[in-house]
């Protein structure tokens, strides 16, 4: 099968969340499965570019309305062919995403210029798989834009988070180079166009990243005022969960930890936490549990429980809490107020460092992510994977990949609180704390966590299904 992937994200060069992660291991999985894959995102003036061989390959004009744009395409690696569109007009900006004027042109000239390079490449997909709002336009495009060209390609589009939704002024429309009338008519009436609606409304497929999500966003209470267009297109929409990309995040082969280590051999984990504290300049005490936040600092994550949760438990309970995070900056103050009110027993790193995320799934006991929604998350699947025991709000993928330790049975791999209060985290938190100070019990919680499989092998399949039933 030839499949496109367009997305706005791609680890390690160009991430701010789990969407890159996916990007770096869904089409690699594909083309070792023997299909003809193609990839393409922006060349952000923020992509390290010292690994990556860049080899320019095409010019392309793409008109959006009144604007052009000239891209250069280079073609990053090999292996499925990936592309990178150099267009310092839009993606010199010093971030991947901003709130400029011109936000909805930007990923625009993304879908326009990987359509335009297939065209010049002479690679007619059968399948077009677009990833959140920043691809969600490219189903429309192909249907009215490309109907003879692209008669046989079938769109996929994915969402990975419903509440980012490209929702711009009316007058973004007309850089679309689409009919007017194909757009929600209400809508624009009121004035706006959303682009994951349009694509909703467009795709030949629907898909989203976990099954209880593709269940939640069908309904009021998740459905960021879409669920009414997603349960109308609800037998096309399916949630597959994601994988893990166990090359990158295990403990046997991480790149970026001091210490190895596996089920059979926990040594290596110890090791870690004490560097781990150390970097953070904390006090280490085998005793004392470690508990790990990586996160992007935002109203989806759930942090707000924090305050006064987590000063109480730090007050009543002896462990120690280890945050790394960037985003919101009432969030970011929160994270502060605990370190300064716990100096040796809170450790807080603000901004982005992919060394210290594994370092902190690897030297944490416990991992916390008390999201409010969360579509599929991917930390709490690297926390099962390192022995770092989740406490999870009991939403989205999180209700999907964690399942309640039950100490009678010995089954379970984490903790699971169902209501999203301050009192659901503080039982979560205080399970998780009285069950570290029975030894056994808690490495049995490790085995279980760490012999959980999800790797992409199954879940790629998933998606090879999918495009199957979509092309037949
Ligand atoms: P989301 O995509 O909603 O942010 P996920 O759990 O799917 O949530 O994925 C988050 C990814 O981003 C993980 O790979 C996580 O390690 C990484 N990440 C989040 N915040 C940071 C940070 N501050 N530094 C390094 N990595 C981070
Ligand atoms: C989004 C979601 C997250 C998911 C990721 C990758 O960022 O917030 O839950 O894991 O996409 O699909």
């Known amino acids: 099968m030839k499949v496109l992937f367009v997305a706005s994200e791609l680890a390690p060069f160009a991430k701010t969340g789990g969407l890159a992660d996916v990007m770096a291991a869904l089409p690699p999985y594909l083309h070792r499965a023997g299909h003809d894959v193609r990839v393409f995102v922006p060349l952000y003036d923020t992509v390290d570019t010292s690994n990556l061989p860049l080899v320019r390959t095409l010019e392309i ?18 292996a499925p062919p990936t592309y990178f569109l150099y267009c310092p007009a839009l993606f010199a900006r010093g971030r991947l995403y901003t709130s400029h004027p011109d936000e909805h042109r930007r990923f625009l000239a993304l879908a326009f210029g990987a359509l335009l ?24 495009i192909v249907k009215s834009l490309f109907p003879r060209e692209l008669r046989g390609t079938r769109t996929l589009l994915t969402i ?14 007309a850089d679309t180079n689409l009919q007017p009338e194909l757009f929600h008519q209400e809508l624009l009436g009121a004035g706006r166009v959303n682009f994951l609606l349009q694509g909703i409304l467009f795709a030949d497929g629907i898909s989203t990243v976990s099954p209880t999500y593709a269940n939640e966003i069908q309904t009021a209470e998740h459905g960021a005022g879409l669920d009414g267009f997603l349960r109308a297109r609800s037998s096309t929409v399916v949630g597959i969960l994601n994988g893990v990309d166990y090359q990158e995040w295990s403990p046997e082969r991480d790149r970026h930890i001091p210490h190895h280590y ?12 004490q560097a781990l504290l150390a970097s953070l300049g904390l006090p ?29 438990l730090l007050r009543r309970h002896r462990f120690q809490l280890v945050a790394l995070g960037s985003g919101e900056p009432a969030l970011e103050d929160l994270f502060s107020r605990l370190a300064q009110s716990f100096p040796q027993r809170v450790g807080f790193y603000k901004g982005f460092q992919n060394s210290l995320a594994h370092l902190i799934e690897a030297g944490a006991d416990m991992f916390v992510m008390p999201s409010r929604y969360e579509p599929c998350g991917l930390n709490q699947l690297y926390s099962l994977r390192y022995g770092t025991v989740p406490i999870v709000h009991r939403t989205g993928g999180l209700a999907d990949t964690v399942q309640q330790w039950s100490p009678r ?46 790797s992409w092998d199954t879940q790629g399949k998933l998606y090879e299904l999918v495009y199957e039933r979509l092309t037949r």
């Open 284 to 312: 280490h005490d085998p005793q004392v549990p470690v508990l790990g936040v990586v996160s992007r600092l935002v109203g989806q994550k759930g942090f707000g429980l924090f305050e006064p949760a987590m000063f109480d």
């Open 160 to 173: 990975h988070n419903l509440n980012y939704q490209g929702s711009f002024p009316a007058a973004a429309g």
């Open 117 to 140: 390079s297939c065209h010049e490449l002479g690679f007619v997909p059968d399948v077009i798989h677009g990833h959140d709002w920043q691809a969600a336009l490219l189903p429309m």
């Open 262 to 273: 596996r089920p059979s051999d926990l040594g290596g984990k110890a090791r870690n936490k």
């Open 61 to 78: 004009d793409v008109p959006l309305g009144e604007h052009r744009y000239h891209i250069t395409v280079f073609r990053g690696h090999d």
């Open 409 to 454: 049975t010995g089954t379970g791999t984490g903790f699971v609180f169902a209501h999203h209060d301050q009192a659901g985290l503080s039982w979560a938190i205080e399970a998780a704390l009285a069950t570290y100070r029975d030894p056994a019990q808690w490495q049995r919680l490790m085995h279980n966590g760490m012999a959980q499989d999800f």
